[in-house]
T-cell receptor, first 112, second 113 residues
Framework: KNEVEQSPQNLTAQEGEFITINCSYS?????LHWLQQHPGGGIVSLFM???GKKKHGRLIATINIQEKHSSLHITASHPRDSAVYIC??????????????FGKGTSLLVTP | EPEVTQTPSHQVTQMGQEVILRCVPI?????FYWYRQILGQKVEFLVS????????KSEIFDDQFSVERPDGSNFTLKIRSTKLEDSAMYFC???????????FGPGTRLTVT
C-alpha cells in the first residue's frame, strides 16, 4: 500500500472553476510538498508545508497534521494550470536523507 | 534564477552497457538527490547525497548504481550494466538544507534497448 494517496486520480474542470486536490498519508512526516509536473516531464516545487496554510498567487495549500491530510486548491483555474499535481512527503523517520516519498499524482485538465 | 541542469536530455543505450547521467545542482546547495520515474508510474527515490557520501538509498539503488560528486559542481549517477527495466526518466534534485524545498532538474530520459 502506498504511503501517500491522492484523489482524484484525474480531474477535468472548466476554466474559472475552483479546484481541490487531496492528499492523505499514513506515516508521520516532517514536511509535505506539492509539486507540479508539466506534460514535458519537468517537475516544479509549488509548496513545502509542515503546518497550516500557504498561498502563492491562485494556489493555496493546507495541511492538517492530526488528520494526516493536505489539500491543494486552485482558484479561478486556467488552461495553463493543466498538469499533473503531485503530493510528496518526507517521513519523520527518514534515515537522515530527507528523501521524498511521492503520491501517484492527480492529472488536471482545464478546458477553455 | 539558478536552476538544476541535467545532461543528456535523452540517452539511448543497449542492455548491459554502462551509462553516466550528469547533473549540475544549484551552486550553494548541499543536499543532492536522484529520483526516477518509469513511464506511467510515480516518481521514486533512488539516493540522497550529502557531505560527499550517501545519506540514504532505496531498495532500487542496488550494486549496479553509484553516485559521485567528482568536482565542486557535477553530481553523477552511474548505472554499471543497464537492464531493460532501467528505462525511465531520471531526475536530479538539490536543496540548500536538509528537509528544505528541493529543486528539480529537467530530467534525463534513459531508454535501454
Amino acid at each position: 500500500k502506498n504511503e501517500v494517496e491522492q484523489s482524484p486520480q484525474n480531474l477535468t474542470a472548466q476554466e474559472g472553476e475552483f479546484i481541490t486536490i487531496n492528499c492523505s498519508y499514513s506515516v508521520g512526516i516532517s514536511a509535505l510538498h506539492w509539486l507540479q509536473q508539466h506534460p514535458g516531464g519537468g517537475i516544479v516545487s509549488l509548496f513545502m508545508l509542515s503546518s497550516g496554510k500557504k498561498k502563492h498567487g491562485r494556489l493555496i495549500a493546507t495541511i492538517n497534521i492530526q488528520e494526516k491530510h493536505s489539500s491543494l486548491h486552485i482558484t479561478a483555474s486556467h488552461p495553463r494550470d493543466s498538469a499533473v499535481y503531485i503530493c510528496a512527503v518526507i517521513p519523520s523517520n527518514s534515515n537522515s536523507g530527507y528523501a521524498l516519498n511521492f503520491g501517484k499524482g492527480t492529472s488536471l485538465l482545464v478546458t477553455p | 534564477e539558478p536552476e538544476v541542469t541535467q545532461t543528456p536530455s535523452h540517452q539511448v543505450t543497449q542492455m548491459g552497457q554502462e551509462v553516466i547521467l550528469r547533473c549540475v545542482p544549484i551552486s550553494n546547495h548541499l543536499y543532492f538527490y536522484w529520483y526516477r520515474q518509469i513511464l506511467g508510474q510515480k516518481v521514486e527515490f533512488l539516493v540522497s547525497f550529502y557531505n560527499n557520501e550517501i545519506s540514504e538509498k532505496s531498495e532500487i539503488f542496488d550494486d549496479q548504481f553509484s553516485v559521485e560528486r567528482p568536482d565542486g559542481s557535477n553530481f553523477t549517477l552511474k548505472i554499471r550494466s543497464t537492464k531493460l527495466e532501467d528505462s525511465a526518466m531520471y531526475f536530479c534534485a538539490s536543496s540548500w538544507s536538509a528537509g528544505n524545498e528541493q529543486y528539480f532538474g529537467p530530467g534525463t530520459r534513459l531508454t535501454v534497448t
